[in-house]
């Protein structure tokens, strides 16, 4: 069986030990310092004798280590020794996150009465808890509070007991299995069965903020950062405050106001831009439908669209056959695009025009009696298309 060296040291960043079993890119060792994926934590990078270690897999039994590469005068073999080294800021990186997930889940249970569930400390540290809900004055008491502990420096402390011994440690995380159980402790805070890797005093887990919350699967997921994770987390909104408070002229404390500010004064021009855009489509629809000819007692328009958004060609089409009998074939070159649309009452089902249409050029569409879209390849091909529904259109 690996003798897990992080139970005792989680501090020892390299190491030596005897390759037990190797296979390509699968090595298991007689100890190591590496740890595996288990409990919320991520595993381990770094190092076998040279080789990078990209995953560790606890099997119940051994370590074993997945390696990047195989072959090369650095490979492990069995009953060689072989030197370890662990990617450091990742492993100490994972101890302030386990370290403060442990103070954090105390705290919700004393502050709240809400239970710690599960956990994940990846790339996005989170706790999932049985609660409802999280105010946003409750999210700060735990906040304090869990900042206080880090304030004061507590040790924290491992010790491993027999099971019969469990029950009287009053643990706030009950053990999963049986024998001998490794128990992290931090001082008048928390106290759990626990197999991952912690820091060594409360102060290193540097400061804990509570990010974000919301209801996923049943209960309450709380995402947090700790350490340096906070500490660049902090880094990059100082910085966007401080460039958009230089930018518009005012306070760090004033930026909120002033972005409102901005964000009003965009939303009134959003909403005159488009009162104005709608007029000019009025207008357009009124002046393409004066230069049109009447043949039969209905228009027939082809419009070249190209640049033209989808909802602003539909609006015109919508104007265009609402004003008068007609029927409107645009095409945008650019894309490929076609639009369709006749006036309600009878005339060539728009539907079946576009199909026909789309067929001759290469391409496919569909729709209603009265309006269709369809998609051609772009350019020559548009306008086959439009010539092809014109003169069945001409026809009808």
């Known amino acids: 069986m690996t003798e897990r060296l992080y139970y005792t040291d989680a501090y020892l960043r390299t190491f030596t030990a005897r390759v037990t079993a190797a296979e390509p890119r699968r090595v298991v060792l007689d100890r190591t310092a590496f740890y595996p994926t288990s409990g919320g934590q991520p595993n381990d990078t770094g190092t076998l004798a040279g080789v990078p270690v990209t995953d560790v897999i606890d099997d119940g039994r051994d370590i074993i280590h997945i390696l990047a590469e195989e072959g090369g005068a650095g490979t492990p073999s069995p009953g060689g020794e072989v030197q370890g080294a662990l990617d450091w800021n990742r492993r100490f990186d994972h101890m302030q996150q386990h370290t403060a997930q442990h103070v954090l889940s105390a705290v919700f249970a004393r502050v709240l009465a809400a239970e710690t569930v599960s956990v994940h400390l990846g790339g996005s540290s989170t706790i999932d808890l049985a609660a409802a809900a999280l105010s946003a004055e409750d999210a700060r008491r735990v906040e304090d509070e869990a900042n206080q502990i880090v304030f004061d420096n507590r040790p924290v402390t491992v010790r491993f007991v027999d099971e019969d011994e469990v029950v009287a440690l009053g643990l706030r995380r009950p053990p999963k299995r049986t024998g001998m159980i490794r128990v992290v402790e931090v001082a008048g805070c928390d106290r759990s069965a626990c197999g991952g890797t912690h820091v060594r005093g409360t102060g290193e887990i540097g400061p804990v903020l509570l990010r974000r919350w919301e209801r996923s699967r049943g209960h309450l ?3 947090f950062l700790s350490g340096w994770r906070a500490l660049a987390d902090y880094r990059w909104k100082h910085a966007l405050v401080s460039e958009w408070s230089s930018r518009l002229t005012v306070g760090e404390r004033d930026l909120a106001g002033a972005l409102e500010r901005l964000a009003a004064g965009a939303r009134d021009q959003e909403r005159a831009l488009g ?6 489509i009025v207008h357009e629809a009124v002046e393409r439908l004066a ?5 039969t007692g209905r228009k027939i328009l082809r419009l070249a669209v190209s640049g033209r ?3 602003e060609i539909r609006q015109l089409l919508r104007e265009m056959t609402g004003r008068e ?3 409107v074939l645009a095409g945008d070159e650019a894309t490929g695009r076609l639009y369709f649309a006749r006036s309600q009452g009878e005339g060539p089902a728009m539907a079946a025009l576009m199909a026909d ?4 050029a290469g391409g496919r569409g569909g729709g209603t009696a009265e309006f269709a879209q369809g998609a051609v390849p772009p350019g020559e091909p548009v306008a086959r298309a439009l010539a092809a529904a014109e003169e069945t259109v001409s026809r009808c």
């Open 309 to 311: 958004e989808a909802a």
């Open 275 to 280: 009162e104005a855009r709608e007029r000019l």
């Open 291 to 295: 230069g049109a000819a009447s043949t």
């Open 221 to 223: 997921r709380v995402e």
């Open 357 to 360: 249409a789309c067929r001759s």
């Open 325 to 327: 009998s007609c029927v």
